[in-house]
């Protein structure tokens, strides 16, 4: 699953770089970087927890249930309120820093599409940390043909841009690994909809001290697309976001 994800990176590359101008490619490089980028800052280390603490829970349907959501709406909440403060001042980021003058709807499409990300990404901690690592790559790689299709589509209709792609990579993307969970896992998302916090769940100080420690790196893999995107202009970020994914 993990080689036919990188194998629809490769493809997704080559598309976007034949259907797009340098100067869409280097918007669209900006704000995938970007979105990415607080997918993994604003997920607060919970990857970490999920691995350590939820294997715990796996032989009690309702402490797991309890674990899943809890741990959820602490992530969820603190995201949500980052992403809403990002948005106020993403005018000023863009114009000071980014610099990629584009409509406020392609922000409000990375910034939803951020959300959905974080939740994608604590899905497949999830299901993996649980031993259930088939179906979460076959809903990605399911996830990757419908979008790879829908791009596909929009290419030949002459209708795709810089937002028809935010929306179908950050939206179609996560709603498809949703939906075939929820459909695998009817009885269990219900439970999990309907039960109780649990505080003594929530490990705030492990998941912190994980947090600190690894998003340095994250910020660092980011942070040069950012500083040529600050310092040239648009058409040479699209070259230089091209030269960095095939790295």
Not at 88 to 107: G, H, Q, R
Not at 139 to 146: D, F
Not at 172 to 197: I, N
């Amino acid at each position: 699953g993990t080689y036919i994800g990188f194998v629809f990176s490769g493809l997704y590359i080559i598309f976007f770089v034949r259907a797009l101008t340098p100067t869409e490619f280097g918007t669209l490089s900006i704000l995938q970087a970007f979105s990415y980028l607080l997918t993994n800052l604003l997920s607060f280390g919970m990857p970490a927890s999920v691995y350590a603490h939820l294997p715990s829970h796996r032989h009690n349907k309702q402490e797991l249930a309890q674990y899943v959501l809890s741990n959820l709406i602490v992530m969820t909440t603190f995201s949500s309120l980052c992403l809403v403060g990002i948005y106020v001042f993403m005018v000023d980021i863009d114009t000071t820093y980014l610099k990629t003058f584009a409509p406020n709807s392609y922000f409000i499409l990375a910034l939803i599409g951020t959300q959905l990300l974080i939740w994608q990404n604590y899905l497949s901690d999830t299901l993996n940390a649980s031993g259930h690592f088939l179906h979460i790559n076959i809903s990605n790689n399911v996830s990757h043909l419908v979008r790879m299709s829908i791009l596909i589509a929009l290419a030949l209709t002459h209708t795709l841009s810089v937002g028809s792609i935010l929306f179908v990579m950050g939206f179609v993307g996560p709603l498809v690994v949703f939906l075939r969970t929820a459909l695998r896992w009817k009885s269990f998302v219900a439970e999990v909809m309907t039960t109780k916090l649990a505080r003594n769940t929530i490990r705030l100080s492990y998941t912190f001290t994980y947090y600190v420690a690894t998003q340095l790196y994250q910020i660092a893999s980011r942070v040069d697309l950012f500083i040529v995107s600050y310092f040239l202009t648009r058409p040479e970020v699209g070259y230089y976001g091209l030269s960095q994914k095939i790295l």
